[in-house]
């Protein structure tokens, strides 16, 4: 016996099918944690900038 045939509109059932509605879960990766990349970002640019400040007080 053979399969029904399905309509080409839809999709055939299969067994272990991930069709159901289900919620992603949330991928922030690097951005998970976006104060910290903030704050390292700031501190490199003051200890950057600070470096010219003492380059100029030193002449």
Known sequence: MTEPLV???ETP???GSTAEVHEEPRDGGIWEHPWFWLGIIA???V???AFFVFRMIDL
């Open 7 to 9: 309509p080409p509109e």
């Open 13 to 15: 059932p299969a067994e």
């Open 43 to 45: 501190l490199g640019a």
């Open 47 to 49: 200890l950057f900038g």
